[in-house]
């Protein structure tokens, strides 16, 4: 006989929420973490989009740890000294069923990973999976550090996050290209409550989301800049191979960010609490692994699930959305007795007919146009541009037409008016 059922690896949100979709169906469920709690390695920018928990944990918004509801918006474009700013409010995104919140990392992981606890799941932290036993090709459990800590079980459901070893050790996964990767880092910062209120225009629990473009010079990327009860989260994220290449350190980028004239007087004063810094898995669908095995399947960040589309950077509700698919079709396939591959196969079919595959899919182009000189150098400078000469007063000149300042940005730009028809129809069918 097994040790158990299920045994997850990594109590992150994926894990949490297979190990927690497991139990409930009435499995023996283990959850391994290596930190001594869930959440405590854990890093990440700071907003999670919650509407994935309304079928898991119906009013979830009445008990989960968040920091501030997000009820503001923004995309910022950045060129030199200069930034455009679309802003987006919208007061019912305060309200129940709510949109986003920011929220940390080990409180919100340790809640999740309670509610698996709670469900039945056995957690085991300090503990880290070393690799896979098998019977043949077939995968029956995990070793792991622990004297005499081999575990066994029907099925392991990998959710050990971004590069999983385990993962790789099934040969689930291609030989890996750094260009599918980008490195996060980010500052905590401190401020009073009441000046984060007044800088950023939000009362009570209400926060703000910025996204940034054009902030990382040669190297592609993004920035972002987050507002929690008491701090801020300050971050880029750097196409990994580019930043190899460029010979310049991630906290000189991350520096220069924070000097930006729109961004400076919103951190003033702040003291830095924190910095952090981990890799997401950028390409998305491009770089999934192969998801299912005998025995194995492999959800969240290990199976390269975060969304990472530009305007939108969510990993933790697609950690929780395939995470809760792998715990019920394990449980279901447990059920039925048969955890080889092909019944394991409704993993597939529950991703597939959710957002998680759906977004991908759609989206897969994204994280490879958000990467490109369009969107990193040219748009951003063209934005600043086009607004800086058609809100200079050019008196006694009169003031130019809109048409031709675009044509002047585009050419000062290098941006031909054929490429930028064809890019605007590859982002309309992408993102459209
Ligand atoms: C800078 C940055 C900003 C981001 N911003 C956002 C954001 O604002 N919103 C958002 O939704 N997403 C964001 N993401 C993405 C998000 O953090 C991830 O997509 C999400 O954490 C994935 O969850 P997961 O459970 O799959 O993996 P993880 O959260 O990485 O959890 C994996 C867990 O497995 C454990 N583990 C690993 N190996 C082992 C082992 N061998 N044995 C035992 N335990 C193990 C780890 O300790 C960890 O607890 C960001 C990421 C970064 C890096």
Same mark, same amino acid.
Request: proline share 6%; with cysteine.
């Given at each position: 006989m097994p040790d158990f059922d299920v045994i997850v690896v990594g109590a992150g949100?994926?894990?949490?929420?297979?190990a927690l979709e497991a139990a409930r169906a009435g499995r023996s469920?283990?959850?391994?973490?290596?930190?001594?709690?869930?959440?405590?390695?854990?890093?990440?920018?700071?907003?999670?989009? %919650?509407? +994935? *928990?309304?079928?898991?944990?119906?009013?979830?918004?009445?008990?989960?740890?968040?920091? #501030?509801? !997000?009820?503001? /918006?923004?995309?910022?474009?950045?060129?030199?000294?200069?930034?455009?700013?679309?802003?987006?409010?919208?007061?019912?995104?305060?309200?129940?069923?709510?949109?986003?919140?920011?929220?940390?990392?080990?409180?919100?992981?340790?809640?999740?990973?309670?509610?698996?606890?709670?469900? %039945?799941? +056995? *957690?085991?932290?300090?503990?880290?999976?070393?690799?896979?036993?098998?019977?043949?090709? #077939?995968? !029956?459990?995990? /070793?792991?550090?622990?004297?005499?800590?081999?575990?066994?079980?029907?099925?392991?459901?990998?959710?050990?996050?971004?590069?999983?070893?385990?993962?790789k050790e099934a040969g689930l996964y291609p030989p890996s290209d750094p260009a599918n990767y980008t490195l996060g880092v980010k500052e905590t910062i401190l401020l009073p409550r009441e000046v984060i209120d007044e800088r950023f225009a939000v009362r009570g629990d209400h926060g703000v989301d910025i996204e940034i473009l054009g902030c990382t010079g040669e190297v592609p990327g993004g920035g972002f800049l987050y507002t929690n009860a008491e701090s801020l989260a300050v971050g880029l994220v750097l196409s990994l191979p580019k930043l190899a290449a460029c010979g310049r350190r991630p906290e000189e980028m991350l520096a220069e960010l924070k000097a930006h004239s729109a961004i400076a007087p919103l951190i003033e004063g702040g003291q830095v609490k924190e910095y952090s810094a981990h890799v997401i898995p950028e390409a998305g669908y491009k770089m999934m692994p192969e998801l299912i095995g005998d025995g194995i399947l492999v959800a969240g960040d290990a199976a390269a699930m975060c969304l990472a589309a530009g305007i939108w950077l969510e990993g933790v509700n697609f950690a929780i959305g395939s995470g809760a698919a792998a715990g019920q079709a394990a449980a279901r396939a447990v059920q039925r007795r048969d955890t080889s591959s092909a019944g394991l196969q409704d993993y597939r079919r529950r991703l597939d007919s959710n957002f998680v595959m759906s977004d991908h899919r759609k989206l897969r182009e994204a994280p490879h146009l958000v990467m490109s000189d369009l969107a990193q150098q040219q748009l951003p400078r063209i934005a600043c541009g086009v607004m800086e000469q058609l809100f200079t007063v050019t008196n006694p000149d009169p003031k130019p037409g809109l048409r031709k300042i675009i044509r002047g940005q585009m050419k000062l730009n290098n941006l031909k008016l054929r490429d930028a028809i064809s890019q605007g129809m590859k982002a309309l069918r992408t993102f459209g």
């Open positions: 949100p994926a894990g949490a929420a297979a469920v283990c959850l391994l973490e290596r930190g001594p709690y869930p959440g405590s390695k854990n890093m990440y920018g700071g907003v999670i989009y %919650g509407r +994935v *928990l309304d079928t898991l944990i119906p009013n979830w918004w009445e008990e989960a740890p968040i920091q #501030r509801w !997000v009820t503001r /918006r923004s995309t910022m474009l950045m060129a030199g000294d200069q930034a455009v700013t679309v802003d987006y409010r919208c007061s019912s995104w305060g309200e129940a069923p709510y949109n986003g919140a920011t929220a940390f990392r080990p409180e919100f992981d340790a809640w999740l990973a309670s509610k698996a606890e709670a469900a %039945g799941a +056995v *957690l085991i932290c300090s503990t880290t999976a070393t690799g896979l036993l098998r019977d043949g090709t #077939r995968v !029956v459990g995990v /070793r792991t550090d622990r004297p005499d800590g081999d575990l066994t079980a029907q099925v392991v459901i990998c959710c050990d996050g971004v590069n999983s070893f385990l993962a």
